[in-house]
């Protein structure tokens, strides 16, 4: 199911998750090409967010597997699809609150560092090499994603700047593929304009993928390629943003009957 002319990277094969009766997501099959950004949508209690938390390693799949770039992936530990090189961001905001812009994301590049205990403790040579690397990376991607003032408080930032902070901080772990769940949700017209901005420039800049969950059809269909659209945890419509929007299964479910 991906696209014709390139090699599968990600895939999600007949994957399922019960919670007891409840039936969260129910045989999905789908793949993604390399550098593709994939729109996620479907009514709330779709599913969409389980998805994310299976590829992600909160939950444990009750059937099916997860494949990226070539390695089976399903059932590993957060730290470990991190460490696979797959980050995301989350509905609600998790940010070091009384934390800099500065130190959330020099925080989330420790994950990467390679010196011990020992170095830390003693402050070695290697340590200050590391830190002093890791502290250079943190400016250059605060820069790329537009924060001026890197030691403003977290809390203090406006809610659009918050996300945006999100975003960097999952960026700081080295990702080749990102999961976005609902990055736009709070903002206004002229801030999802600039988020939308903002995830096409960090996709072309890092060769990401990107799978994006996001309630504001309009933003999915500016940045995605394909929409998977899903309803009580069953994909319904897969495919360009054109042919989703005009499917008439996708208009009843997920847009009330209207017209997309």
């Known amino acids: 199911m991906g696209n014709n002319n390139k090699k599968n990277y990600f895939e999600i094969r007949d994957l399922g998750k019960h919670f007891g009766g409840v039936v969260a997501v129910d045989h999905l099959s789908l793949s993604m090409s390399e550098g593709e950004i994939l ?9 969409k967010t389980t998805v994310f938390n299976l590829i992600s390693g909160l939950y444990r799949p009750t059937s099916g597997q997860i494949v990226f770039d070539g390695k089976n992936i399903t059932g590993l530990k957060p730290y470990e699809i ?3 090189g797959i980050a995301r961001t989350f509905q609600n905001i998790r940010l070091f609150s009384n934390l800099s812009i500065k130190d959330n994301v020099i925080t989330a590049y420790h994950s990467s560092a390679r010196y011990n205990l020992v170095d830390a403790l003693l402050h070695t040579r290697r340590q200050r090499k590391q830190e002093k690397e890791i502290e250079s990376r943190a400016f250059e991607l605060l820069d790329l994603l537009g924060f001026e003032d890197r030691d403003e408080l977290a809390k203090n930032l406006p809610y659009g700047h918050q996300r945006r902070l999100e975003i960097a901080r999952a960026l700081a772990t080295s990702p080749r593929m990102l999961l976005l769940d609902e990055p736009a949700a709070g903002m206004n017209p002229q801030e999802r304009d600039e988020l939308a901005g903002l995830i096409l420039k960090i996709k072309e800049h890092f060769g990401l993928t990107v799978m994006l969950i996001e309630h504001h059809v309009e933003m999915v269909s500016q940045l995605a390629e394909r929409i998977c659209v899903l309803n009580f945890g ?3 419509a897969l495919g360009s943003p054109t042919e989703v929007l005009k499917n008439p299964e996708v208009v ?3 847009l009330g009957g209207k017209e997309a």
Do not use: F, R
Not at 39 to 47: D, F, K, T
């Open 39 to 47: 729109g996620m949508i479907g009514p709330n209690g779709a599913g």
């Open 82 to 84: 991190t460490n696979a």
């Open 234 to 236: 069953k994909p319904i």
């Open 252 to 254: 009843e479910a997920y």
